[in-house]
């Protein structure tokens, strides 16, 4: 068991995530990566990657203490905090529910995870690659009441998340600059309000235990997903916006 960390840099593969190479490492108890974000710095500790992301895109020869988290680790953290269907299908979701179940942190940061895409020009900092949340899902409707939820779940677990990026994202996290993460302290939340939403969720029955949602579509309804959306995103937008944390 990886013994809890406070701060918790997860590192993605938009546009601006290259700028995370210069930091010093201090800032961070530990640095998650996801897919391609490992190249960025040799100094990561884990990184996650779904079935499908190409062996040859792996690092070859990870160092000592470094993690390769697949779906057999991810999909049982995850299924922990309400499974897919409710957490959103994409990468960056799923790295920040592992993280909370098996870190432990006081802050999650992400950088690189806005899921906001040019219609061209690079999507991602090696490139253009493929854009995960565009793809018709319905686990996808609202990509920042996905975020809220996990937020609200995190603040729940006394975590807090915030955004490093800059520019438009998709996250409703508060925005933060890395120096200052270790004065950020947790958003306050209702935890009651939360363990409500959950239930409604149970309520649905859409858990799927092997993490496959896709296989399983055609029994989950768009328009009940979309209520539970809007319970997410009006529970975080009704949070004083200044509260409980250091800009």
């Not at 306050?188 to 399983?216: C, F, H, N, Q």
């Not at 319970?231 to 975080?236: A, G, I, K, S, Y």
Request: proline share 8%; net charge neutral; hydrophobic share 45%.
């Amino acid at each position: 068991m990886v013994s809890p960390s406070d701060i918790v840099l997860i590192l993605g593969s938009g546009p601006q995530a290259p700028v995370a190479a210069g930091w010093p490492r201090a800032w961070f108890d530990r640095i998650v990566t996801i897919n391609n974000a490992w190249s960025i710095r040799s100094d990561w500790d884990d990184l996650i990657f779904p079935e499908d992301f190409p062996r040859d895109r792996r690092p070859a020869a990870p160092a000592p203490g470094q993690r390769l988290i697949g779906a057999d680790q991810f999909v049982p953290a995850q299924n922990k905090s309400g499974g897919f269907v409710f957490a959103g299908g994409t990468m960056a979701f799923t790295a920040g529910y592992w993280a909370l179940e098996t870190l432990r942190p006081k802050v999650m940061a992400w950088l690189g995870c806005d899921m906001v895409y040019p219609a061209s020009g690079p999507t991602h900092f090696y490139g253009t690659g493929t854009a995960d949340p565009l793809r018709a899902d319905v686990t996808l409707q609202d990509l920042g009441a996905k975020s809220a939820r996990l937020a609200l779940i995190a603040a729940s677990r006394g975590c807090h998340c915030v955004n490093l990026s800059e520019g438009p994202s998709e996250l409703l996290f508060a925005r933060l600059k890395p120096e200052n993460l270790r004065a950020a302290g947790v958003r306050p939340a209702s935890t009651g309000a939360v363990s409500d939403i959950m239930a409604a969720e149970k309520a649905l029955s859409y858990g799927v235990p092997s993490g496959r949602y896709w296989e399983e579509s055609h029994r989950f309804d768009a328009r009940a997903l979309a209520r539970i959306d809007a319970q997410w995103r009006t529970t975080w937008e009704s949070l004083p916006q200044s509260a409980g944390f250091a800009a």
